[in-house]
C-alpha cells in the first residue's frame, strides 16, 4: 500500500469509526468502545508507518481538484513533511490513550456512545489539519474541532459551569475564527492558490503583496484556537468538561492547532518583523500571565489550563523568533507530558472526591489511594517544570537556544527585539512554572487531616495509560539529537548558557515554594485536637460538603465536583505568600473576563435592549395602530349596515340632496368669479 494511500486512512479511520459508533450506540451499545478506540488505534499506527517512510526526508505531496471555483481552486491535497508526519503520530497516539481511559472513566455514562463518537470525530479533525495540503480543507478540520469542542465541554450539561464553558469557548474561538477566514482569502489573493506549496512559493519569490495585514489577520485565529492573550479565556473555564476531554484538548488538539498552523507557514509570518514583534509580544504576555494566574488557582484541572497556555506561549514565542523545530519540538513534547497530567489529574480528582485543592491539602493519605497516579504525576510535573533529563527540559531549552541566538544576533530571520523580549518571558516562566508545580504537588500529595475517602481501586485502563505516557515524557526528550532531519535540520540540544540559567530558575523557584509551605505549616502548627468519639456501630458518616460521594464512579465524582463548593483558602498555600497583592488579581485571571464584560458584552447587550425597545415601543406602534385603525372603521361601517331598507333610502336621499347643495354652490361662486 502507498504511503499515500495510508496518509488518506489516517484521518479516515476516526472519521468511519465516528459515524459507526453514532449509529449503533443505541442498537448494538456493546460495539461502542472497541469502535472508539480500535480506527483511533489503527490511525495512531498508520501515521507511525508515514512518518516512518517519511523520515524527514522529501514532503509527500499528492492532490485532486476538490471543486472547480470559477477563480482560486480548491483542492483535496495532502502535504507531508516532517513536522506532519511526526504531530500526527503525537495526535493519534495521545487520542488513543484518551478513548482507553474514557472507558474508564466514563465506564457507565449514559452519553458514553455520543462522548466517543465526538472524540473520534475531533481527532479525525486534527488530522485533517495535520495532513491537508490545501488551506481550505484545513479550514474544515479546524471549524469541526471547534464544534466538537462546543459539545465535549458541554458534556455535563446539567452544570451551570458545563454549559457557560461550552458556549464561552465556541464564541471566544470564533471571535477569532473571523478575521482568520479573512486572513485566508487574503492571502490566497495574494498567492493565487489555496495549496500551502503554492502559498509559500508565492512567498519566496515576493509575491505577497500585503504581508503584514494577511499575517496579523492570522494571527487572530491563532489566539483564538491556541488560547493566546487577549483570547485566552476559555481554555480556563473549559475545564467543566470530562478530564479526558481536557487532555484531548491541552495535549494534541484544537490548542495546538494554530501552533502547528503558523509552523505550517512560517515564511507568511517572517515576511513582516511587525508580525513577528507581535506575536513576540503576545508569546511574553501570555508567558508571564498564565504563570501568575497558575500559581493562585485552587482547581487543579485550572492550574494545568494555565500551564498550557504558558507553554503555548513558548511554542508561540518560538515561532515569533523563527524557529518552529524547536516549536513543533515543545509541542510534542508537551503533549506527551501534559496529556499525562490531566488524566493523572481525573484519578486524583476521583480518589479525594474534590477538585480543590484546598480540599485535598486538608486530606492525608491520597498518595496511598492512587499510587500509579502520584508516581506518574510526579514524572508530569517534573517534565513541566523542565528538570532534566526529562522531556520538557530539552524542548524548553530549544525554545530558549532559538530566543538567545535571535536576541545575540546569530541569526536574523526575526529582530532582535522579538528575540530578547521571548527569553526574558521564557526565563522568568520557568521560575513561575517550578513553583506552581511544587505547589500543586505539595497541597495534592502532601496533606495533613482526615483521611482520603476510599474509591477502591482504580480501573486498569486508567492507570495502563498513565504508564504508557510516562515513558515519552520521560525519555522523548533524549531523543532530540536523532530527531534533526524531521526539525529542519536544525539543531535541538541545549546550550550551557540557557540550561544554566533556565534550570537554575526552576530549581529556585520549586525551592522557594517549599520553603515557603515548610514555614507556613511550622507556624500554623497546634497541639493535636483531641480524639473524637468513635462512631456508633452500623454508623455512616456523611462526606464533607465539599467532597463528592465516596461510592461514585470518576466521571460521577468529577461532574458532582463542579457543583460542590470549595473549602477556605489553605493558611499554608505558599502561592498565596508568594504572591501577596497579586494573589486576588491572578486568582481572577487578572478580571480580563470582567473588561471583556464592560468593553464588549453589555455595549452588545445594551444596543439589543435598544433594538428590541424600539421594535417593540416604536414599529409595534405603527403596527398596532395600523391594525386598530382598520379596526375602527370596521366598526363605524358595521353600525351603518342595520338591514332597514327605509334606512339604506333615507341615507342616499340626504346625501344626494348635500351634493346637489354642493354643486349649486360650487356654481354660483363660479360665476361670481
Same mark, same amino acid.
Given at each position: 500500500? %502507498?504511503? &499515500?494511500?495510508?496518509?488518506?486512512?489516517?484521518?479516515?479511520?476516526?472519521?468511519?469509526?465516528?459515524?459507526?459508533?453514532?449509529?449503533?450506540?443505541?442498537?448494538?451499545?456493546?460495539?461502542?468502545?472497541?469502535?472508539?478506540?480500535?480506527?483511533?488505534?489503527?490511525?495512531?499506527? #498508520?501515521?507511525?508507518?508515514?512518518?516512518?517512510?517519511?523520515?524527514?526526508?522529501?514532503?509527500?505531496?499528492?492532490?485532486?481538484?476538490?471543486?472547480?471555483?470559477?477563480?482560486?481552486?480548491?483542492?483535496?491535497?495532502?502535504?507531508?513533511?516532517?513536522?506532519?508526519?511526526?504531530?500526527?503520530?503525537?495526535?493519534?497516539?495521545?487520542?488513543?490513550?484518551?478513548?482507553?481511559?474514557?472507558?474508564?472513566?466514563?465506564?457507565?455514562?449514559?452519553?458514553?456512545?455520543?462522548? /466517543?463518537?465526538?472524540?473520534?470525530?475531533? %481527532?479525525?479533525? +486534527?488530522?485533517?489539519?495535520?495532513?491537508?495540503?490545501?488551506?481550505?480543507?484545513?479550514?474544515?478540520?479546524?471549524?469541526? +474541532?471547534?464544534?466538537?469542542?462546543?459539545?465535549?465541554?458541554?458534556?455535563?450539561?446539567?452544570?451551570?459551569?458545563?454549559?457557560?464553558?461550552?458556549?464561552?469557548?465556541?464564541?471566544?474561538?470564533?471571535?477569532?475564527?473571523?478575521?482568520?477566514?479573512?486572513?485566508?482569502?487574503?492571502?490566497?489573493?495574494?498567492?493565487?492558490?489555496?495549496?500551502?506549496?503554492?502559498?509559500?512559493?508565492?512567498?519566496?519569490?515576493?509575491?505577497?503583496?500585503?504581508?503584514?495585514?494577511?499575517?496579523?489577520?492570522?494571527?487572530?485565529? !491563532?489566539?483564538?484556537?491556541?488560547?493566546?492573550?487577549?483570547?485566552?479565556?476559555?481554555?480556563?473555564?473549559?475545564?467543566?468538561?470530562?478530564?479526558? !476531554?481536557?487532555?484531548?484538548?491541552?495535549?494534541?488538539? +484544537?490548542?495546538?492547532?494554530?501552533?502547528?498552523? !503558523?509552523?505550517?507557514? #512560517?515564511?507568511?509570518?517572517?515576511?513582516? /518583523?511587525?508580525?513577528?514583534?507581535?506575536?513576540?509580544? +503576545?508569546?511574553?504576555?501570555?508567558?508571564?500571565?498564565?504563570?501568575?494566574?497558575?500559581? *493562585?488557582?485552587?482547581?487543579?484541572?485550572?492550574?494545568?489550563?494555565?500551564? &498550557?497556555?504558558?507553554?503555548?506561549?513558548?511554542?508561540?514565542?518560538?515561532? =515569533?523568533?523563527?524557529?518552529?523545530?524547536?516549536?513543533?519540538?515543545?509541542?510534542?513534547?508537551?503533549?506527551?507530558?501534559?496529556?499525562?497530567?490531566?488524566?493523572?489529574?481525573?484519578?486524583?480528582?476521583?480518589?479525594?472526591?474534590?477538585?480543590?485543592?484546598?480540599?485535598?491539602?486538608?486530606?492525608?493519605?491520597?498518595?496511598?489511594?492512587?499510587?500509579?497516579?502520584?508516581?506518574?504525576?510526579?514524572?508530569?510535573?517534573?517534565?513541566?517544570?523542565?528538570?532534566?533529563?526529562?522531556?520538557?527540559?530539552?524542548?524548553?531549552?530549544?525554545?530558549?537556544?532559538?530566543?538567545? $541566538?535571535?536576541? %545575540?544576533?546569530?541569526?536574523?530571520?526575526?529582530?532582535?527585539?522579538?528575540?530578547?523580549?521571548?527569553?526574558?518571558?521564557?526565563?522568568?516562566?520557568?521560575?513561575?512554572?517550578?513553583?506552581?508545580?511544587?505547589?500543586?504537588?505539595?497541597?495534592?500529595?502532601?496533606?495533613?487531616?482526615?483521611?482520603?475517602?476510599?474509591?477502591?481501586?482504580?480501573?486498569? /485502563?486508567?492507570?495502563?495509560?498513565? @504508564?504508557?505516557? =510516562?515513558?515519552?515524557?520521560?525519555?522523548?526528550?533524549?531523543?532530540?539529537?536523532?530527531?534533526?532531519? @524531521?526539525?529542519?535540520?536544525?539543531?535541538?540540544?541545549?546550550?550551557? %548558557?540557557?540550561?544554566?540559567?533556565?534550570?537554575?530558575?526552576?530549581?529556585?523557584?520549586?525551592?522557594?515554594?517549599?520553603?515557603?509551605?515548610?514555614?507556613?505549616?511550622?507556624?500554623?502548627?497546634?497541639?493535636?485536637?483531641?480524639?473524637?468519639?468513635?462512631?456508633?456501630?452500623?454508623?455512616?458518616?456523611?462526606?464533607?460538603?465539599?467532597?463528592?460521594?465516596?461510592?461514585?464512579?470518576?466521571?460521577?465524582?468529577?461532574?458532582?465536583?463542579?457543583?460542590?463548593? $470549595?473549602?477556605?483558602?489553605?493558611?499554608?498555600?505558599?502561592?498565596? *505568600?508568594?504572591?501577596?497583592?497579586?494573589?486576588?488579581?491572578?486568582?481572577?485571571?487578572? $478580571?480580563?473576563?470582567?473588561?471583556?464584560?464592560?468593553?464588549?458584552?453589555?455595549?452588545?447587550?445594551?444596543?439589543?435592549?435598544?433594538?428590541?425597545?424600539?421594535?417593540?415601543?416604536?414599529?409595534?406602534?405603527?403596527?398596532?395602530?395600523?391594525?386598530?385603525?382598520?379596526?375602527?372603521?370596521?366598526?363605524?361601517?358595521?353600525?351603518?349596515?342595520?338591514?332597514?331598507?327605509?334606512?339604506?333610502?333615507?341615507?342616499?336621499?340626504?346625501?344626494?340632496? !348635500?351634493?346637489?347643495?354642493?354643486?349649486?354652490?360650487?356654481?354660483?361662486?363660479?360665476?361670481?368669479?
Amino acid at each position: 500500500m %502507498t504511503t &499515500t494511500t495510508l496518509a488518506v486512512l489516517v484521518p479516515l479511520l476516526p472519521f468511519l469509526g465516528s459515524a459507526a459508533g453514532l449509529l449503533l450506540g443505541r442498537t448494538a451499545p456493546g460495539f461502542v468502545r472497541p469502535l472508539a478506540v480500535l480506527p483511533t488505534l489503527a490511525a495512531a499506527v #498508520l501515521a507511525a508507518v508515514v512518518a516512518s517512510r517519511q523520515g524527514g526526508g522529501t514532503a509527500i505531496d499528492a492532490s485532486t481538484q476538490l471543486t472547480p471555483t470559477g477563480s482560486v481552486p480548491i483542492d483535496l491535497a495532502l502535504h507531508i513533511d516532517g513536522f506532519a508526519a511526526l504531530v500526527a503520530v503525537l495526535v493519534g497516539v495521545v487520542a488513543t490513550c484518551v478513548q482507553v481511559y474514557s472507558t474508564g472513566y466514563l465506564r457507565h455514562d449514559p452519553r458514553y456512545p455520543s462522548y /466517543a463518537a465526538l472524540v473520534s470525530l475531533f %481527532t479525525a479533525a +486534527m488530522l485533517l489539519v495535520v495532513y491537508s495540503g490545501d488551506l481550505m480543507v484545513l479550514l474544515v478540520g479546524w471549524e469541526i +474541532m471547534g464544534i466538537c469542542s462546543y459539545f465535549l465541554v458541554g458534556h455535563y450539561w446539567e452544570t451551570p459551569e458545563a454549559r457557560s464553558a461550552s458556549l464561552k469557548a465556541f464564541l471566544v474561538t470564533k471571535l477569532g475564527d473571523v478575521p482568520f477566514l479573512i486572513g485566508l482569502f487574503a492571502l490566497a489573493t495574494d498567492a493565487g492558490t489555496f495549496r500551502i506549496t503554492g502559498v509559500l512559493g508565492a512567498v519566496a519569490s515576493g509575491g505577497l503583496d500585503h504581508p503584514t495585514l494577511v499575517a496579523l489577520l492570522l494571527l487572530a485565529g !491563532v489566539a483564538g484556537k491556541s488560547a493566546q492573550f487577549p483570547l485566552h479565556t476559555w481554555l480556563p473555564d473549559a475545564m467543566a468538561g470530562p478530564t479526558p !476531554v481536557s487532555a484531548l484538548i491541552h495535549a494534541a488538539t +484544537m490548542v495546538a492547532a494554530g501552533i502547528y498552523f !503558523v509552523a505550517r507557514l #512560517l515564511p507568511v509570518f517572517t515576511a513582516s /518583523a511587525a508580525a513577528l514583534t507581535v506575536l513576540a509580544v +503576545m508569546a511574553g504576555v501570555t508567558m508571564v500571565g498564565s504563570g501568575l494566574a497558575a500559581l *493562585a488557582q485552587d482547581d487543579i484541572k485550572r492550574v494545568l489550563a494555565y500551564s &498550557t497556555i504558558g507553554q503555548l506561549g513558548y511554542m508561540a514565542g518560538a515561532l =515569533a523568533v523563527g524557529d518552529r523545530g524547536a516549536a513543533v519540538f515543545h509541542l510534542m513534547s508537551h503533549g506527551a507530558f501534559k496529556a499525562l497530567l490531566f488524566l493523572a489529574a481525573g484519578a486524583v480528582i476521583h480518589a479525594a472526591g474534590t477538585n480543590s485543592l484546598s480540599a485535598m491539602s486538608r486530606m492525608s493519605g491520597l498518595t496511598r489511594r492512587v499510587p500509579d497516579a502520584y508516581w506518574t504525576m510526579t514524572v508530569g510535573l517534573l517534565a513541566l517544570a523542565a528538570i532534566p533529563p526529562f522531556a520538557g527540559f530539552f524542548s524548553k531549552e530549544a525554545v530558549l537556544v532559538a530566543a538567545e $541566538h535571535t536576541a %545575540t544576533g546569530e541569526r536574523t530571520l526575526a529582530p532582535a527585539g522579538a528575540g530578547w523580549i521571548v527569553l526574558v518571558a521564557g526565563l522568568l516562566t520557568a521560575l513561575l512554572t517550578a513553583a506552581y508545580a511544587m505547589r500543586l504537588w505539595l497541597l495534592a500529595f502532601r496533606g495533613r487531616g482526615a483521611e482520603a475517602p476510599d474509591h477502591g481501586r482504580q480501573p486498569i /485502563a486508567m492507570t495502563t495509560v498513565l @504508564w504508557v505516557l =510516562a515513558i515519552p515524557s520521560l525519555g522523548f526528550g533524549l531523543s532530540a539529537a536523532y530527531l534533526d532531519d @524531521w526539525f529542519d535540520g536544525h539543531p535541538l540540544t541545549p546550550t550551557l %548558557t540557557t540550561a544554566v540559567l533556565g534550570t537554575g530558575l526552576a530549581v529556585v523557584g520549586a525551592a522557594v515554594t517549599y520553603a515557603v509551605r515548610r514555614s507556613l505549616t511550622a507556624k500554623l502548627a497546634a497541639p493535636a485536637p483531641l480524639p473524637a468519639e468513635p462512631a456508633a456501630a452500623g454508623a455512616v458518616t456523611a462526606p464533607a460538603p465539599h467532597v463528592a460521594h465516596p461510592d461514585a464512579e470518576a466521571g460521577q465524582v468529577e461532574a458532582e465536583a463542579l457543583d460542590l463548593p $470549595h473549602p477556605a483558602a489553605d493558611p499554608a498555600d505558599p502561592g498565596r *505568600a508568594l504572591l501577596g497583592p497579586l494573589h486576588r488579581p491572578a486568582a481572577a485571571g487578572f $478580571h480580563l473576563d470582567a473588561v471583556y464584560r464592560a468593553a464588549f458584552v453589555r455595549p452588545v447587550l445594551a444596543a439589543a435592549s435598544l433594538v428590541q425597545f424600539l421594535d417593540r415601543e416604536v414599529v409595534d406602534t405603527y403596527v398596532r395602530g395600523a391594525g386598530a385603525g382598520a379596526r375602527g372603521l370596521g366598526r363605524l361601517v358595521r353600525r351603518a349596515q342595520t338591514g332597514n331598507v327605509q334606512t339604506y333610502l333615507s341615507a342616499l336621499l340626504a346625501g344626494s340632496v !348635500v351634493l346637489a347643495i354642493v354643486a349649486v354652490v360650487l356654481a354660483n361662486a363660479a360665476a361670481g368669479a
